[in-house]
């Protein structure tokens, strides 16, 4: 059988595609990346993240075709005999990094968060060493420390070596000192993320960046992301200049629900302003407004 992917709007490498890839090729498959009309799939497989980004453009008549994602249905899943399956790397020949998730799920309800929905409470998924291939891996758990299991994990990446990155941000409110000095052991490749949502937040970003810092765990690399929700503009000026008082680069976000909306130009402006760090560094937020 001849098996085409399409990957609509993926920002990384799409972890779903390379497991439905390794399971095609394990059957004798062939599979490839879908170009159109002068291939000749028997299925293809489309794969969109992103409910409000625009479809994909391939013709595709009579061909059988599978859509799944978040961006068709938030209730899409892979059979677990595909889930399960180590990613095909060779998808991504300049990739350099093993990707995938040590849970799924997160306890908390966060009211403009789909992952409770989609995925439900936190539980754990897949040992390190089912997926990794590299000396470097993504993560991205979206709650990690909530469960022994993660926990239990990232003491094995310890002792692996592995450098590590956890690219959905680290709950500030579960660094406590016995976590800070796990966190010290690991390798790293990008800056330690954390995650500043509200302003109830800031205090226990700022007792987790201490904690770190007191482990010597990248002690000067540290990024938080910050959400900006419709009609709190002051509310994320408040934590951005927080952030960067304690030494923290701020990484702005405006909220996009499931259906899309039309983002303010102030929300734009900010996201905009925050993450040029060149200008985040040199004016302030006011200077850059006018």
Not at 75 to 92: G, H, K, N, T, V
Not at 188 to 200: E, N, V, Y
Not at 254 to 281: H, N, W
Request: proline share 7%.
């Amino acid at each position: 059988m001849n098996i085409g992917l399409i990957d609509v709007d993926s920002k990384i490498p799409n972890l779903a595609l390379m497991k439905i890839s390794a399971y095609h090729k394990a059957q004798g498959d062939t599979v490839q990346w879908y170009a159109g009309e002068f291939d000749n799939p028997d299925r293809v497989y489309v794969s969109k993240v992103f409910t409000f980004t625009p479809d994909h453009q391939y013709p595709l008549e009579g061909i059988e075709v599978i859509k799944g994602g978040t961006g068709y249905d938030i209730a899409s899943q892979l059979p677990p005999e595909i889930d399960f399956m180590c990613p095909d790397y060779s998808l991504y020949p300049d990739m350099d990094y093993s990707l995938g998730f040590l849970t799924r799920g997160c306890p908390n309800k966060c009211p403009w968060c789909f992952v409770p929905k989609k995925e439900g409470n936190i539980r754990p998924y897949a040992d390190i060493e089912d997926f990794c291939r590299h000396d470097k891996v993504l993560l991205m758990d979206n709650n990690v420390l909530a469960h022994e299991h993660g926990i239990k994990q990232i003491e094995k990446i310890a002792k692996m070596g592995i450098k590590v990155d956890f690219n959905q941000g680290l709950d500030a409110r579960l660094i406590d000192d016995s976590i800070a000095k796990l966190l010290s052991k690991v390798k790293w490749w990008k800056p330690i993320r954390l995650a500043c949502d509200t302003a109830g937040q800031m205090k226990h970003v700022q007792k987790a960046v201490e904690a770190l810092r007191w482990y010597n765990a990248r002690p000067t690399s540290y990024s938080c992301y910050v959400l900006i929700k419709p009609n709190e503009i002051e509310d994320a000026i408040q934590r951005v200049r927080f952030l960067k008082g304690i030494g923290v680069e701020p990484f702005c976000q405006p909220y996009q629900p499931p259906e899309g909306r039309t983002i303010p130009r102030e929300e734009k402006d900010l996201a905009r302003y925050v993450d040029m760090k060149a200008v985040f560094k040199s004016v302030w937020w006011e200077e850059y407004k006018g």
